[in-house]
């Protein structure tokens, strides 16, 4: 499926310890907002990538792009450890805000991630994402900050994130129908990949589209 918008690695350097590294596969994702009006995601990824913190978060959004700066199969100090393990199996998504920025755009990005990331992983929106408020209630109100600020609520965002979800599956049921018409079959291969967990995430969202997968390796 073509991706609504485009998703921009640039990774933290390693050494930083906001970067602690690992490798896992991912359990549910943390909305947060930067807390920080008028700065974006570049600024964001500037900031952390230019001296030794302990926060950090793996995806920065603004008005102008999604911004990956900790891979997802990496940790991310975003939630205190001593309330939640979102740091252990979270990925922690900032929403950029404030008078310089496009709200809706932004919105629109935020939503959409959050949907790409339930499609990838098969998740569902009301189980798989959480607020930071709901996470540490006594010091955190992200995203609220933000969303109230626009006259949002978070089962709004949920919702606008299963509405969003339902069009990836959509497209997946097109895209099923061209390949499987009646007549000759062909197998086509559709990734490779030098880490295993990469190619089972791809397997999955293979499945869920309807297709048989068969994983190989030499």
Known sequence: MKEKFQITNQFLKKEWKQRPGGNRIPRFAVAHDTGNP??????????????????????????????????????????????????????????????SIDFNKAYSRYVWFFAYLCDMYQWNPARNIKGHFQLDPKRRTDPLNCFHRYGKTFPFFIEDVKYELKKFVVHQNEFKELVTAEGKLYKVQIGAFSSRENAEILSRKAKSAGFDVHIDHS
């Open 38 to 99: 008028d700065s974006t995601a570049k600024q964001n990824y500037e900031y952390f990538n230019s001296r030794q913190l302990e926060a950090s978060a793996h995806v920065f959004i603004d008005d102008k792009q999604i911004l990956v700066i900790i891979p997802l199969h990496e940790r991310a100090w975003h939630v205190r450890s001593n309330v939640s393990d979102a740091n252990e199996w979270g990925i922690g998504v900032e929403l950029c805000y404030g008078p």
